[in-house]
């Protein structure tokens, strides 16, 4: 699916609250894209959750400006970012980071490559 928003987008909340599950239903061929007019920002320790055959290969984060992910978040995609992308203290991105006009800053933060 095709998810837009024309401004920031939060992904808020510890625990089960912090938690978005995409669920490709059983079809290993499903794609995600989140079209972000500016900012994307998490939480720290929240999670995205991969169900039904979903792969983190699929989804992409089209990003404004710049993408902060929070201390120990855990994130599924390629984040594709006009300016710049931020992994804090301990976070993991199984995807890519790519920017187009700026830095990839990790601190003591884990990138894998699916």
């Known amino acids: ?22 669920d490709a239903g059983g079809d290993p061929t ?27 290969d699929n989804i992409y984060w089209q990003v404004g400006t710049s993408a902060t992910l929070g201390t120990t978040c855990i994130f599924k995609g390629n984040i594709l970012a006009e300016a710049s992308i931020t992994l804090n203290t301990g976070a993991t991105l199984d995807g890519r980071a790519l920017t187009q006009s700026a830095s990839v800053t990790m601190d003591a933060a884990t990138i894998t490559r699916p």
């Open 30 to 56: 499903a794609v995600w894209i989140f079209q972000i007019g500016s900012t994307l920002i998490t939480d720290p320790a929240t999670s995205i959750v991969l169900a039904g055959g979903a792969l983190p």
């Open 1 to 22: 699916g095709l998810y837009t928003s024309a401004t920031s987008v939060m992904i808020s909340g510890t625990g089960p609250l912090g938690i978005l599950t995409l």
